[in-house]
Structure formats: C-alpha cells, structure tokens
C-alpha cells in the first residue's frame, strides 16, 4: 500500500500499535504492581520487613497475579481489535466497553481466588470503579501518545517532501537553464555561424572574380576586407559569446572541453590536462544539475589559467581533476609556477562560480602550490 | 578519371543551406556518387543502414545528438568507412578519444574549410581510403606548446608534420618541402622517434603523429 498522509503504510501501523501496547502496558503494570503493593502498604502501618511481606500477606501473589491477567487481557484486546488503526467512535466505545468488562472480570476472579470474601457493595463498586477508570486512563495515554507519534512522523514526512521537492525543482530549473543556454549556443554557432560561413564563402567567389575582372581590382581588395572582417565576426564575437552560453565540447565531456580550453593558452607556457577516468565517468551524464558541474569546472579552470597568466606571470600551469572522499567528490586543481596567490585575492570572477557551486554544495580553496605559484582547488558533489 | 574508384557518400548536416552546399560539391565533383543526405541522427541511422557508403561527411552538432557518437557507432559496426567532421567550433580534440587502433579514416574539417571545393573533396578522399586529413587551416596556427614533445621538434620536422597532417602522402610532402622522398623518410622518421608514436608502416601511426598537434599544440587567439 503506498505510504501517504491519509493511507498509512503496514510499518507505521505496526509502529503505532506497537507504541500504544508499550504505553499503555508499562502505566498498567504500573498500577497493577502499584495496587498490589498498596494493599500491603496500607493494611501495614508497622514498620515493613520485606522478608516478612509473603508471609504477612498470604494472598499477595495472587493479587498480583489477576492484576497482570488483567493487563494481559487488555493489551491482547487492544492487539486483536488493532485499536490504533479504527475511527475515533470505535475506540471510544472499545476502550469504554474493555474497561468495564476488565474491571468487573478482575473482580470477579478475585472473588473466585478468595482475594475477597462476599465483599461489602462499597467494596467492590470501587474496585470496580477504579479499575475501570485505570484501564481507559492507560488506554487514553497510551493512545493520545500514538497521535502525537504520528502527526510528528507527518510532520517530518512532509518536510522531507517538501525539501525533495524544493531540490527536485532546483534541478529541473538547472536542467531548464542548460537547455536554453545550449539551445541559444547552437542557434549561434550553428544557424548563425553557418550563414555567415556561406556568405563569406560568397563575398570570396566575389572577390576572385572581381580579381580576374581587370577593373575590378580595388573592389577586390574590398571585397576581401570585407570578407576578413565577417570572418573576424564570426570567428571571435559569435565564438566568445557561445561559449559564454555554453563552453565548447562541455556536452562531449570534461576532459574534451577542458582540451579544447588550454588549447588556447599561449605556445609559450607549458600548460598539461590531466582528467582521471574516474572523475570523467562521474561527471557523465547529461542531466541539467551534471552539466552544471561540468560548466562550473570549465569555468573554474578558465578563471584559474586567467588569474595564473594575467597575476601571477606563471610560465607552467598544471591542471588536474580528481576524485576524492566518500561521499566521492570531484576536485579540479589549478596549479602555476607564478607569484603565488596575492595577499589579498579579488575573487571577481571566482564570486559569482562560488556563489552557484556553494548553492550546488561545492567549494573553492586558493593556496601556495609545490610548483612555487598558485593552486586553486575547486570541488563539486558528485 | 577513369579506373579510379568512385567513393559512395553520406551526408549529414542540419542546417538545410549548408546541406545543400555541401550536396552540390559531392554530386559535381567526379569520382563520388552521394548516396542522400541526412539531417539529423535518426535520419542518418536510416540512411547509412538503407545505403552502402564508402566515407560518412558528418556535422558533429545535430539536433538530435552527437555525429562524432554516430560516427563512433557506425565505425563499430563498419570499420572501413571513412569519416569526415565538421564543426563550426575547432574541436579537433574530438579525435584524441578514438582509440589508437581505430584512428585510420577520420578527417576533420572546419565548417569554413568545407565551402572550399578542393579541400573538401581532399578530405572526402583521404577518409575514402582509410587516410586521414586535419584542417589545413586550423593547423595553419598551431604552433608547439612550451614543455610538450612537439616543443622538441626542429621547424622542419615541424613542418613536415603539419604536412602529414594535412593529409598528404610522403610524395607530396616532398614536392611541397622541395627535397626528395627518402629525406621525407627520415625526417618522418625523428619526428616519429621524438614523439614516442611506434612506426608501424601503417596509417594509425600517421594519425597518431598528426594528433600531436592537436594534443601539444597551442592555437593563436584569432585563429577559428
């Protein structure tokens, strides 16, 4: 059956059930020993010997023998008739009948056992009576306990819902957030790319043929600037703003774009990706929350190679990721042989990476690194 | 040309201007027959399943997926067929995860070079016969990465390289460097030797070197 607010599941029956025969079998035996022991207690005003207490009072084991049938019964009726799981009339009229029926049975017995002799009417009104009023007492606790058990439990369960929903939604959002970026992205470098490529392919036809053409030399140089600069446009402009969107080769995977990244740093700094295979696998899906991941890395490593080239005048930027810990993190470092971290670093671009890894449950670190320089380490949940 | 073989062709491109471009050179240009053209994955799975092609001319962003992931499928399946990439984006590096063995008939193309005519069909020919070509252009501004094995190669064995890469046979690279082809040999032979790629006489080997340049190389910021 499935687990709701208003079916509740066989666990949590058993649970409730469980929790009522407890508290209210522990009040019971409570005041089944408790009475016992009264009785002693109050007939005794001497001093009490505890060796003495059996043989003062013969008839104690039997006293607190139908005092336990008693609760026995009580707790198999309760357990029987699942008194946890009927509606509020039901317990009521089960809990009033139970009480009435215990109590005059109990004293039945003790009149059978010889606990009482032809008992004066007072006498047994109030064991009756008071027993009576013992058994729906304990019943009553014991239930009331159960409620307040339960609406907690809900209580918890819909927070618990509530959180699964709050995060499930985090993620459709991110989901949401990658498609419309890899969607513009693609409208950019692929549709808009592709024409511009077509009509530089054309203004080229042009130009060749405004150069065979012998008036049509100045037209094409012309022509050819002008192709040089779509070209530019194209090439730089529309490039940077896709990958703005969306990194290049993000969607292949991590080690892919961070290649397609280092790619274009400098010839002159020595700079090596290394992407263990198990942070690859890790990070391979192609859900909206991984590709987040993925986009932040990227990110990362840029800004990290940025800060290395631009700060700290490095020469050897070493970039690795890794996984760590359990549960397994993923972890990229960026290390440089520059002049280290500043003293105080301006986290401009790396505020705003913190801001959505923190939100993703990553962090970022800055340090002194082995080769001499900075080390930058960012990590991501898996 | 008579007695050459003609080279079956499958082409996969989204964009409907591009695809009709690119359909036009492949059907003008002697010694190719196009065999259709797709525009997206499921389209193409169709196609090359329906059609017999010798080389796939594939846009590696599609719709509806990845044609380097197709590409990769149906080069399990057909380990002969040659492949050529295009993408608007430089990502060359997409060859460096074609295992080693299996590096024999990719080529790899910008969307820019593919409108010229002769590059093109230089790149469909090369897949075509298990060789492999990278974009000329691309490689134009690659130059070695400080630290990287490349940085260790002398500006002919370098040069000789780009060649290679480009997808000409060691003639070719003979003719275009003004020596003969044994000293084509040799200096294919140290750079071989310098990069630690296993000269198995094989073109593998040939595609291992040319990846060199995609792995070690750095590309300057103008460049596609």
Not at chain 1, 276 to 288: M, Q
Not at chain 2, 77 to 90: A, K, Q
Request: with cysteine.
């Amino acid at each position: 059956m499935p687990a709701g607010p208003h079916r509740l599941s066989a666990r949590d029956r058993r649970d409730d059930l469980r929790m009522l025969l407890l508290t209210s079998g522990v009040l019971l035996i409570a005041f089944a020993v408790g009475s016992t022991l009264q009785t002693v207690f109050v007939y005794r005003t001497e001093h009490l010997v505890l060796s003495e207490l059996t043989e003062d009072s013969p008839l104690l084991g039997e006293r607190l023998s139908v005092n336990l049938i008693a609760v026995l019964v009580v707790l198999l009726v309760c357990a029987a008739l699942r008194l946890t799981e009927r509606p509020a009339w039901l317990i009521a009229a089960v809990v009033f009948a139970l009480s009435v029926v215990i109590a005059f049975a109990r004293h039945a017995l003790q009149v059978a056992v010889g606990i009482y002799d032809h008992p004066l009417i007072e006498v047994s009104a109030v064991e009756i009576v008071t027993v009576g009023v013992v058994i729906a007492v304990s019943v009553g606790i014991g239930l009331a306990h159960v409620k307040t058990r339960a609406r907690l439990r809900e209580k918890m369960r819909a927070e618990a819902d509530h959180r699964l929903r709050a995060s499930t939604a985090l993620a459709d959002l991110a989901t949401a957030e990658m498609r419309v970026r890899r969607e513009v992205a693609d409208g950019l470098h692929n549709t808009l790319q592709g024409r511009l490529v077509l009509i530089e392919a054309r203004i080229a036809a042009l130009a060749r043929r405004a150069a065979d053409d012998p008036d049509g030399s100045p037209l094409h140089a012309q022509l050819d600037e002008l192709r040089r600069d779509l070209g530019g446009i194209r090439e730089r402009d529309v490039r940077d703003l896709s990958h703005l969107l969306y990194p290049v080769g993000v969607d292949i995977g991590l080690e892919h774009a961070l290649r397609v990244l280092i790619r274009r740093v400098p010839p002159e700094i020595a700079v090596s990706a290394e992407v263990s295979p198990d942070a690859e696998r890790l990070l391979d899906e192609s859900g909206g929350a991984v590709v987040a991941r993925r986009i932040a890395l990227v990110r990362s490593a840029e800004e990290g190679i940025t800060n290395a080239l631009r700060h700290g005048a490095a020469t050897t930027i070493r970039l690795t990721v890794v996984v760590e810990g359990t549960p397994p993190r993923v972890r990229l470092i960026v290390e440089d042989d520059g002049s280290g971290p500043p003293p105080a670093p301006e986290w401009n671009g790396l505020a705003r990476i913190l801001e959505r890894l923190d939100l993703d449950g990553g962090s970022v670190s800055l340090r002194t690194s082995s080769l001499g320089g900075a080390r930058l380490e960012v990590d991501v949940p898996a | 040309m008579s007695g050459d073989p003609v080279f079956r062709v499958i082409i996969v491109e989204d964009q409907p201007l591009f695809r009709s471009m690119l359909s036009d050179v492949v059907r003008a240009e002697d010694g190719f027959t196009l065999m259709g053209a797709a525009e997206s994955v499921a389209d193409a799975r169709r196609l090359i399943a329906s059609a017999h092609a010798d080389v796939l001319l594939l846009d590696v962003e599609l719709p509806d997926g990845n044609g380097f992931a197709l590409a990769r499928s149906v080069r399990m399946e057909r380990p002969g067929i040659g492949v050529v990439l295009l993408s608007g984006h430089n990502v060359m590096e997409l060859l460096l995860s074609v295992p080693d063995g299996e590096r024999a008939g990719w080529s790899y193309l910008s969307k820019f070079s593919s409108t010229s005519r002769a590059t093109l069909v230089r790149a469909l020919r090369a897949s075509a016969r298990g060789g492999s070509m990278l974009d000329p252009e691309l490689l134009a501004s690659v130059q070695p990465r400080r630290g990287s094995a490349l940085a260790s190669l002398t500006p002919r064995q370098f040069h000789a390289l780009k060649l290679l890469a480009e997808g000409l046979s060691n003639a070719a690279i003979a003719r275009e460097m003004s020596i003969s082809t044994h000293s084509v040999d040799n200096l294919l032979n140290a750079v071989y030797t310098t990069l630690g790629v296993r000269d198995d006489g094989e073109l593998n080997s040939r595609v291992a070197a040319a990846l060199h340049l995609v792995r070690d190389g750095a590309i300057s910021r103008d460049a596609v």
